[in-house]
């Protein structure tokens, strides 16, 4: 009989892309061993590490990831009767919204306080590429975690030793 080793088949591979994030507890650093609060984490969870700030801002240790803007929505000129109506109609009702915002403005000013809009951008979290060196270790941690979780499980499948002593 021949013995096979099932493979996790959820397993998934690290990706090199990580967000950086603030805990609240602070842990000593992956590479220095300082305490820090700044966590690098993976989208999907599978690896996070403390470090610290000044490592991030480290060309050596990881790379900033640029922000991708998107792309500003064009404007098309309607084609047909119906689509122009349509144009008009929207036209119509943004006078109605801004002279209903001038309205609700001029009663907030008559209160002597101000409307506080939300800004429209939100912050995202930073990303970072780590240089390959570090990720290597990163990736050779998980591994090495996998195999004794994977080892573990094996020991659990063989026969325990016998308690009797033989005669």
């Known amino acids: ?21 603030t805990a609240t507890s602070e842990r000593p650093c992956f590479v220095c061993g300082k305490f820090t609060s700044a966590v690098l984490t993976t989208g999907n969870g599978l690896d996070w590490f403390y470090t610290c700030v000044s490592h991030l801002n480290d060309r ?26 349509k144009e008009n109609e929207k036209k119509k009702e943004g006078k109605d919204e801004q002279k209903f915002e001038d309205s609700k403005e001029e009663k907030c000013e008559e209160k002597g306080g101000k409307e506080v ?11 970072y590429t780590l240089h390959r060196d570090f990720f290597y270790l990163r990736e050779s941690n998980l591994k090495k975690k996998r195999q004794e979780k994977e080892a573990q499980e094996m020991l659990k499948q063989l026969p325990s030793v016998p308690k009797s002593s033989l005669k």
Do not use: D
């Open 117 to 127: 809009k939300p800004p429209s951008l939100s912050i995202k979290p930073k990303q």
């Open 60 to 85: 050596g240790f990881a790379s900033p990831v640029p922000l991708v803007e998107p792309e500003p929505v064009k404007i098309t000129e309607p084609t047909s009767k119906g689509e122009k109506e």
């Open 1 to 21: 009989m021949s013995t096979s080793i099932k493979k996790n088949s959820t397993s998934q591979t690290l990706q090199n892309l990580y967000t950086h994030r």
